[in-house]
């Protein structure tokens, strides 16, 4: 939060400077070098894009592209993990939440029927499938009760609901049914679960094959 509040009191402040933050003092301090937090837009092999994200969360296993001479770039939706939205007032910036929830989670994967091995070398076989992006939001300050980031969450259509809500100032958290933590819960303990259900979004599809062929098709 002294960070945050720190860079807003700049003359020059930027829009962006609560995502900076929220990567450079907590997202890129946490989390292993595997992981790389990003920006800019999603698209989809049906063509679908999102609009502007503040944080994207790649997988390890496929590229995104980046925009000449900014730090923006194009994702494919098969090499996004979950997108993280940030906002400064939960309650003032919560009908942006719903819009951008919208436009991310319309967005489809699409994996390749395959076969894996585990460590033990028990062999898995997975169908051809599809799956959403799963979204979290991100704010500053907001409610100081996880009861009333769970009520948020159930009071809007699906297709505009956070996967998860988090309030920094009071470390309040909700998580979800696609979450690790799937709990309501504040302090340091909120802090963690989100932090445990980043990870458990970004490693829940580690054996899954993209299917990328719509894309080259596109392209072709």
């Given at each position: 939060?002294?960070?945050?509040?720190?860079?807003?009191?700049?003359?020059?402040?930027?829009?962006?400077?609560?995502?900076?933050?929220?990567?450079?003092?907590?997202?890129?301090?946490?989390?292993?070098?595997p992981?790389?937090?990003?920006?800019?837009?999603?698209?989809?092999?049906?063509?679908?894009?999102?609009?502007?994200?503040?944080?994207?969360?790649?997988f390890?296993?496929?590229?995104?592209?980046?925009?000449?001479?900014?730090?923006?770039?194009?994702?494919?939706?098969?090499?996004?993990?979950?997108?993280?939205?940030?906002?400064?007032?939960?309650?003032?910036?919560?009908?942006?939440?719903?819009?951008?929830?919208?436009?991310?989670?319309?967005?489809?994967?699409?994996?390749?029927?395959?076969?894996?091995?585990?460590?033990?070398?028990?062999?898995?076989?997975?169908?051809?499938?599809?799956?959403?992006?799963?979204?979290?939001?991100?704010?500053?300050?907001?409610?100081?009760?996880?009861?009333?980031?769970?009520?948020?969450?159930?009071?809007?259509?699906?297709?505009?609901?956070?996967?998860?809500?988090?309030?920094?100032?009071?470390?309040?958290?909700s998580?979800?049914?696609?979450?690790?933590?799937?709990?309501?819960?504040?302090?340091?303990?909120?802090?963690?679960?989100?932090?445990?259900?980043?990870?458990?979004?970004?490693?829940?599809?580690?054996?899954?094959?993209?299917?990328?062929?719509?894309?080259?098709?596109a392209?072709?």
């Amino acid at each position: 939060m002294a960070h945050r509040d720190a860079g807003a009191s700049l003359p020059t402040a930027a829009a962006g400077v609560e995502r900076e933050v929220l990567v450079r003092e907590f997202l890129g301090q946490v989390f292993p070098s595997p992981f790389r937090f990003g920006s800019g837009a999603i698209v989809d092999a049906s063509g679908r894009r999102s609009g502007q994200l503040d944080i994207v969360v790649e997988f390890p296993f496929l590229p995104s592209f980046p925009s000449p001479g900014s730090g923006q770039r194009l994702y494919l939706a098969d090499s996004v993990a979950l997108v993280i939205e940030v906002k400064s007032d939960l309650n003032k910036q919560w009908p942006q939440v719903q819009t951008t929830a919208k436009a991310v989670l319309k967005l489809r994967r699409n994996w390749r029927a395959h076969e894996s091995f585990d460590s033990k070398g028990v062999q898995g076989s997975f169908s051809e499938s599809t799956s959403r992006i799963p979204f979290l939001a991100v704010a500053y300050r907001g409610p100081s009760k996880p009861a009333t980031l769970e009520k948020k969450i159930a009071g809007v259509p699906a297709e505009e609901r956070p996967d998860g809500l988090l309030v920094i100032a009071s470390g309040a958290y909700s998580g979800c049914a696609l979450c690790a933590s799937t709990v309501a819960t504040g302090g340091a303990a909120g802090l963690l679960a989100f932090a445990n259900d980043v990870a458990w979004m970004a490693r829940n599809v580690k054996w899954a094959a993209p299917k990328i062929g719509g894309y080259v098709q596109a392209l072709g």
